[in-house]
C-alpha cells in the first residue's frame, strides 16, 4: 500500500489499495459513509471519498491494473 501526502493551500490525503471495493464495503459495515461510492475513473483506476469523523475527506485510490 502506497501513502501520498501532498501539501498545498490544503492536506490532501491520497490512500492507494488494492482492491478498492472489498475495503469500501468493509469500511461502509463499520459506519462510514461515502460522498463518492467506488468509481472507474478515465485513466483507469478506481476513486471513492469518505469524510472521517473531524470532516476532512479522504479519498481511497485503486491503481489501473
Known amino acids: 500500500d502506497l501513502f501520498y501526502i501532498y501539501v ?3 492536506i490532501i ?3 492507494c489499495w488494492t482492491p478498492c471495493p472489498p475495503l ?3 469500511l461502509v459495515s463499520l459506519g462510514v459513509e ?3 461510492p ?3 475513473q478515465p485513466w483507469g483506476g478506481l476513486l471513492a471519498s ?3 469523523v473531524d470532516r476532512n475527506i ?3 485510490v485503486q491503481a489501473p491494473t
Open 50 to 52: 469518505f469524510k472521517d
Open 13 to 15: 490525503l491520497l490512500l
Open 58 to 60: 479522504l479519498t481511497i
Open 34 to 36: 461515502f460522498l463518492d
Open 24 to 26: 469500501c464495503e468493509r
Open 8 to 10: 498545498c493551500s490544503r
Open 38 to 40: 467506488p468509481e472507474q
